[in-house]
């Protein structure tokens, strides 16, 4: 049977034990991220898989979020407040750059910093998002491969789930483990790695 390169690298995962020799062999330390940050890195792995794989998102509010997010010093109550001011403008009828413009002006001080990056395309957005994580995991990480599943191929975890358990042997429970340590790796990883970067890019663009 022919298997694909992510899930060949996927297959690595399925041989840990525990959520702590996961992130000792594939992961760069512990660290953990609250619901709403959890939320914030996901928009922005959306955006990543929609420029990067070959299947189609919804493009409405996902890539909007995802953008301002990126341009914000970043809080919970921030990323709440983007939210809502890009359910808004949706609601009301307003897409695209249009949509992006309007919102970016509601919720990134003209004065900031950060102003200067929210000039970027979508797919500079995406390029960013590569590099940190391929940056932070390597191409040859099984982490990075359940991202590129996930995201650019649109599978769901249950679809990981099931191929894993299929190639492998392992368990329906074992591999669910398993895909739910791999995504907390993920996740808390890019959160701060993305947060590192952004705010490289704000000082040298302030320089």
């Known amino acids: 049977m022919r298997i694909e390169h992510d899930y060949r690298l996927v297959v690595k995962i399925s041989g840990v034990r525990s959520s702590a020799d996961m992130r000792r062999l594939f992961g760069n330390g512990w660290k953990t991220i609250n619901e709403s940050q959890r939320a914030w890195i996901r928009h922005l792995l959306k ?20 953008r301002l997010m990126m341009r914000c010093e970043w809080s919970e109550q921030k990323g ?7 359910s808004q403008l949706y609601c009301e009828g307003y897409r695209g750059e249009e949509l992006m413009r309007r919102a970016r002006d509601l919720v990134v001080p003209q004065s900031s910093a950060a102003n200067i990056i929210a000039l970027a395309k ?25 991202a590129r599943l996930r995201y650019c191929k649109c599978k769901s975890s249950q679809d990981v789930q099931r191929s894993l358990s299929y190639i492998t042997g392992i368990t329906s429970k074992e591999a669910r483990n398993r895909m739910e340590w791999a995504e907390s790796i993920l996740e808390g990883e ?18």
Request: net charge negative.
């Open 47 to 66: 955006l990543w898989g929609q420029h990067l794989g070959n299947e189609e998102y919804d493009k409405g509010e996902i890539n909007i979020l995802g």
């Open 80 to 86: 709440k407040q983007i939210e809502k001011v890009v």
């Open 122 to 146: 979508e797919s500079d957005d995406a390029d960013f998002m590569e590099r940190v994580i391929t940056k932070t995991f390597g191409r040859d990480n099984p982490i990075r491969s359940v």
């Open 190 to 207: 890019l959160f701060y790695a993305a947060q590192r970067e952004l705010k490289k890019e704000i000082l040298q663009n302030a320089a």
